[in-house]
């Protein structure tokens, strides 16, 4: 049987468009938007690669919304995920989800922080998201992708302090781990730090379970 060649170049196109929208997903990290492959697959692949390619040129609102709306629509998907990804949490991530519904934002991200550090640690045997505070987040023996989707690839930080989520001197309002676990910043609490937590908490449990 002859292949269709339509066919072929639809496929290629489409293997394109992954690769191209992988090869930017750092882009989004450092800014502390980690993407894991569920929440990517919820997006149409044309409209993320466009405001990825997009990102510093607009103001974010667009990509804001769509990951509100993705998050929104699939949150019992995304609870029921965590849950079964991390079990012996389940206790803790049920009430993470009881406060994004809730909007009690100035509680939920510094508890999906404190918990990410620890699943960081189960998984690496590590110091949760950091070998040393030198060394970048080193490779597992096996590397896993999501269909061209790495989050190994997102946690690849050769230089911390370009990322939101990890530099040494971050502003009060900024989603940086150090700043809000160790009490340094009082003005963490908006809608969108508070959707980039639930973001990485659902990244870090697709690691977790993969692992």
């Not at 100035?106 to 508890?111: D, E, G, K, T, V």
């Not at 998984?123 to 070998?131: M, N």
């Not at 590397?143 to 990322?163: A, G, I, P, T």
């Not at 340094?184 to 449990?205: C, D, M, T």
Request: charged letters at 25%.
């Amino acid at each position: 049987m002859t292949a269709d060649p339509h066919q072929a170049i639809r496929m290629q196109m489409d293997i394109n468009l992954k690769m191209s929208i992988n090869s930017k997903l750092s882009i989004a990290s450092k800014s502390g938007y980690y993407l894991a492959s569920s929440v990517i697959y919820s997006f149409e692949f044309d409209l993320l690669d466009r405001l990825l390619s997009e990102w510093g040129t607009t103001n974010g609102e667009e990509f804001n919304k769509s990951l509100i709306q993705i998050i929104n629509k699939n949150l019992r998907e995304f609870k029921e995920f965590i849950s079964q990804s991390i079990p012996e949490r389940r206790e803790i991530t049920d009430c993470i989800f009881d406060l994004y519904e809730q909007r009690n934002f100035i509680a939920l991200i510094p508890l999906i922080l404190s918990q990410v550090d620890g699943i960081m640690k189960q998984i690496t045997g590590e110091y949760g998201f950091y070998v040393s505070k030198t060394q970048k987040m080193r490779y597992f023996e096996n590397d896993f992708y999501f269909n061209f989707f790495s989050n190994y690839e997102q946690l690849n930080v050769e230089n911390r302090n370009d990322y939101e989520l990890f530099r040494e001197k971050a502003n009060s309002n900024e989603f940086n781990r150090h700043s809000i676990l160790h009490g340094e910043s009082y003005s963490y609490s908006s809608e969108l730090n508070a959707l980039k937590a639930l973001l990485l908490l659902i990244f870090i449990a697709e690691i977790n379970d993969a692992n």
